[in-house]
């Protein structure tokens, strides 16, 4: 699969930037939002039902992790694998945008803002 560059609809609905992810670059991966085999992740349910594009749009809670559904279990889990830090990628998007987010995640080839 050609890689796409800068793309906000490749941020996913936790925030990750599929763009830069490895299982999207080879092709085995539609991104988050394509994803139908995704049904089992909550978060993207909820972003679903609120047409949000990510929890950055979420109003009920200012900071994501205050939610049950973006801090559950196996999210602590990614996040200790992954040195990943979602709710940093949440307030990057709040602070910058989706389209400078996805462009400079897309710069740095991040999937995500590291702890």
């Not at 196996?74 to 694998?81: D, I, P, Q, T, Y």
């Amino acid at each position: 699969m050609e890689r796409k560059t800068d793309n906000q609809s490749l941020v996913a609905y936790c925030g990750l930037y599929c763009g830069a992810c490895n299982m999207y670059i080879k092709g085995k991966c539609p991104g988050c939002h394509l994803n139908e085999k995704a049904s089992w992740c909550k978060l993207r349910i909820c972003c679903m039902d609120q047409h949000y594009q990510s929890c950055a749009d979420c109003q009920e809670f200012a900071d994501p992790n205050r939610c049950k559904k973006f801090n559950n279990f196996m999210s602590k889990v990614f996040a200790f694998l992954f040195k990943s830090n979602r709710k940093a990628c949440i307030n990057l998007i709040k602070e910058k945008g989706y389209d400078e987010y996805s462009k400079y995640m897309d710069a740095e080839q991040k999937m995500t803002v590291k702890r």
